[in-house]
């Protein structure tokens, strides 16, 4: 579990709110009697955050919809052909078949020296055994996947927690990014929305996202430049850089590295496991791109939101 992190690392107290609000330069007062509640919403959405972008789910359910269950119906077709003596017949011309290759390897020098002649009788139990042990993985494998779709995406941690044993946990941790499906809101929406539940509470007013002029009308699109503005952008930048959690507002992408890292080798790079390494470091965006995704990332869950009202 080497991308596990603990939590604990980063101390949330009175010096980080009050870092917080320094950073913003212009914060509006806050009751004194809230500040405890407010820190540990500050804790709650460290770790919320965290933890779903742990879990956050990778492109292999979708391959594993599509390939598991007929490729376990294939292995299972040809592990009872030969179970049930359909291709025995051609054990006389396998036999002739595997010598020849044995002779022509060796007379080539293609041999090892761990290469024998295994009789074609040899190879079909042996193809036997290792199918079966392959259909046995497979069929685990799926009701693994149907156990885990009964589960709802927020009891994902604490289903991962009562697992028992520490390699059972290890085990659940590391297949629920594989295992699950694709939809919902991710970690930098979720961050996105726990701040603007926190700016109400402790301000007593409405989180807004206000467009600079000339981006109202779309006129600029420059991710290099700030498009919003406003004391809820400014407490929501501060908070990131607070609690680190930069990487998993703004992830690595070309375009990112483009306006901030021009002279990095882009082609010797994988940014999906690069993103995440970094995001997990606590490593700091570029200004305008936090602004920018916080902006658009509020924009979208509130209509997201309204739509889910709506129906």
């Not at 998993?248 to 690069?274: N, R």
């Amino acid at each position: 579990m080497t991308e596990t992190k603990d939590f604990s690392e980063l101390y949330i107290t009175e010096n980080t709110l009050d870092e917080i609000l320094a950073t913003m330069s212009d914060p509006l007062p806050i009751v004194p009697d809230k500040r405890p509640e407010i820190i540990e919403r500050l804790r709650e959405l460290y770790l919320a955050v965290h933890i779903e972008h742990r879990l956050a789910p990778m492109n292999t359910r979708t391959k594993l919809d599509k390939t598991l269950k007929p490729l376990l119906r294939q292995s299972l077709d040809l592990q009872r052909r030969i179970g049930d003596d359909e291709i025995q017949w051609m054990n006389k011309i396998l036999s002739i078949t595997a010598l020849d290759l044995y002779v022509q390897s060796k007379k080539a020098g293609a041999l090892s020296k761990k290469d024998t002649y295994i009789p074609p009788q040899d190879i079909l139990e042996r193809t036997e055994q290792s199918l079966s042990d392959f259909s046995k993985l497979l069929s685990h494998l799926c009701n693994m996947m149907d156990q885990f779709d009964e589960l709802e995406p927020k009891e994902y941690p604490i289903w991962i927690g009562n697992a028992g044993t520490e390699r059972e946990m290890y085990i659940r941790n590391e297949i629920v990014p594989h295992f699950r499906k694709r939809g919902g809101i991710g970690p930098d929406a979720t961050a996105v929305r726990r701040i603007s539940e926190i700016y109400e509470f402790a301000f007593e007013r409405p989180f807004s996202i206000n467009p600079r002029e000339p981006y109202e009308r779309g006129d600029v699109d420059s991710s290099n430049q700030a498009r919003y503005s406003g004391r809820s952008v400014k407490f929501a930048c501060a908070v990131v850089k607070a609690l680190k959690i930069d990487g998993i507002i703004v992830p690595l992408t070309d375009k990112y590295l483009a306006d901030t890292e021009p002279d990095a080798d882009k082609s010797k790079l994988d940014l999906s496991a690069l993103s995440r390494e970094r995001a997990f470091a606590g490593e700091a965006a570029a200004e305008s791109w936090l602004i920018n995704r916080i902006g658009d990332l509020w924009i979208n869950d509130s209509r997201r939101q309204e739509k889910a009202v709506a129906k």
